[in-house]
């Protein structure tokens, strides 16, 4: 693979993964804020359960960009810096 299309490839499974944080982000927010406009300690109880469901949905895609990032720097080490692939 060369460094401009491995490159490439990275930012799109970047482009990807943060695409996929937005959703449970504005999820995270509404609830919180629903919970707090009801002013219900049971409401206020159920938002940060909700919250922290989605709290760990995005962990789950900040793990998936640490891996993204751990290939490619293993594929970077793997190039020459005259971009030919290393012989073991």
Known sequence: MDSASGSND????????????CQPLTV???????GMLRDEP????????AG??????LNGAV???RDVVRQAM???DAV???GRERVS
């Open 74 to 76: 293993l594929v970077q």
């Open 80 to 82: 020459q810096p005259d």
């Open 63 to 65: 793990e998936s960009m």
């Open 10 to 21: 990275v930012v799109a499974k970047m482009d990807h993964v943060l695409h996929e944080m």
């Open 42 to 49: 049971e409401a206020m109880r159920e938002a940060v359960q």
């Open 52 to 57: 922290l469901h989605e709290c760990l949905r």
């Open 28 to 34: 995270l927010r509404c609830r919180l804020e629903l």
